[in-house]
């Protein structure tokens, strides 16, 4: 365990120094204070937007974390073989893979929540100045749960970077197949629901594309499950029953995504 923990500081270290990420980060920032300007734009759906436009800012930030910045610490290791010095002392394979995963979930989170604290602060002032009647169904809780729902669904996919980067050397495929799982686990429900109003209303489906569907939708992750902006926007707390099952499908996605990227990794020949 403490090499894994070693491993994951070192990684968190070397994310923390990638220009990438402050460029990120202030993209994100001014994104952020570019919310200000809107204030006056929207009337009495002004809560209802600032929430949105927050907690989009933040998503979005944490998607091209994950995909460029994270996938290029995965592949760095590979392409300037620093994989072998760790993997010559003692380190297992599985270790390298854990210490990786977690070291990028802190990286993540630290860089996430200094975001969510920021527009904390903008909605804080914002709604104590002449707004705070624009904010009647605000709700600080649905605010900060929307944003751990959007922390567990970059626990999973961080998962499935980290998959990919087991089976390939390349940072570009393994780019090009996570955002494939990102866009068909952000659709796949919307998919299901057509397919099955299609066979229900028209009576029309094929047993071939019914049958596809109802496969992919157990092979590909939900994602869209863990978007609840328009929740928080309206206030209205997700159940904790609700909350407790998407956290625990997401930390058991991410177990399995693990235990097929180490047992992957294990037979790999690197070269």
Not at 120 to 142: N, R, V
Not at 243 to 248: A, M
């Amino acid at each position: 365990m403490k090499r894994i923990q070693a491993l994951a500081i070192l990684t968190f270290k070397e994310g923390i120094r990638d220009r990438a990420l402050y460029g990120i980060t202030i993209m994100a920032v001014m994104m952020l204070l570019a919310t200000i300007l809107l204030t006056n734009l929207f009337g009495h759906e002004l809560g209802k937007v600032m929430v949105d436009l927050c907690l989009s800012t933040i998503a979005f930030a944490g998607l091209l974390l994950t995909f460029f910045v994270n996938i290029n610490l995965m592949a760095k290791d590979i392409d300037k073989r620093t994989v072998y010095s760790v993997l010559s002392k003692p380190f297992s394979r599985t270790e390298y893979i854990m210490g990786k995963y977690f070291g990028l979930i802190l990286l993540v989170f630290v860089s996430l929540f200094l975001l969510v604290v920021f527009s904390t602060g903008i909605i804080f002032i914002i709604k104590s100045a002449d707004a705070s009647l624009y904010f009647k169904d605000f709700s600080w809780i649905c605010y900060f749960q929307a944003f751990a729902f959007q922390l567990m669904m970059f626990v999973l996919l961080n998962a499935v970077i980290i998959f990919f980067s087991s089976i390939t050397s390349s940072s570009f495929l393994t780019l090009i197949f996570s955002l494939s799982v990102y866009v068909t686990g952000q659709s796949i429900e919307e998919v299901v629901s057509f397919f099955k109003k299609e066979a229900l209303v028209y009576n029309i489906t094929s047993p071939v594309n019914q049958f596809v569907v109802e496969y992919l939708q157990y092979v590909f992750p939900n994602l869209s499950a863990f978007d609840i902006k328009m929740f928080a926007s309206h206030g209205k707390l997700i159940s904790i029953s609700h909350t407790l099952s998407l956290f625990g499908y997401s930390i058991v996605y991410s177990a399995l995504l693990l235990f097929f990227a180490s047992l992957i990794f294990n037979k790999r020949e690197l070269k």
